[in-house]
């Protein structure tokens, strides 16, 4: 981690007063950790534009398992994609629904794409890719 370096930053009032109510909801303790955050997010974004980078992500899904051939589907979907799948959890939800969350690590094209596939996959009523980062390039 390098040096910690002040800077100034100029706003209009009402964005400041927005952005100090924003600090409190998230229980920022100061406006300088929340822009870091902010600073890193946009950071994290940014790397998920290089889909030849390792990436780290969660996918969840809500299907109805009583759909014809769903979990076979998906679970066939799953096994051509063990190089990306970390581990899953699958929950019930009721008695027809269910949620599967899937932990995810590889180069982001070969995670996106295996999200897009389940996702896609007939009888699945929700699907939510969330990337993150392996943090190596954030400080």
């Known amino acids: ?21 924003l600090c ?5 303790q100061t406006r300088s950790e929340a822009i870091r955050d ?3 997010g ?4 940014k790397e998920w534009e290089d889909l030849n980078k390792e ?4 996918l969840t899904l809500v299907y109805d398992h009583h ?16 190089d990306v799948i970390v581990t899953s959890l699958h929950i019930h939800l009721d008695h027809h ?3 599967e969350v899937l932990i995810l690590r590889g180069p982001g094209q070969d995670i996106k794409a295996t999200a897009e ?23």
């Not at 981690?1 to 109510?21: C, H, N, P, W, Y």
């Not at 409190?24 to 920022?28: A, D, F, G």
């Not at 946009?42 to 974004?45: F, S």
């Not at 759909?67 to 063990?82: G, N």
């Open 42 to 45: 946009t950071l994290v974004q």
């Open 97 to 99: 629904n269910c949620m």
């Open 38 to 40: 902010l600073i890193r």
């Open 117 to 139: 596939r389940l996702i896609s996959t007939k009888g699945v009523k929700h699907g939510k890719l969330n990337l993150a980062t392996t943090g190596q390039d954030l400080t």
């Open 1 to 21: 981690m390098g040096q910690t370096i002040r800077f100034g930053v100029s706003l209009d009032s009402d964005l400041l007063e927005k952005f100090d109510a």
């Open 67 to 82: 759909h014809s051939d769903l979990a076979q589907k998906m679970t066939e979907i799953q096994h051509s994609s063990l």
């Open 55 to 58: 990436m780290v992500g969660t």
């Open 24 to 28: 409190e909801e998230r229980c920022y």
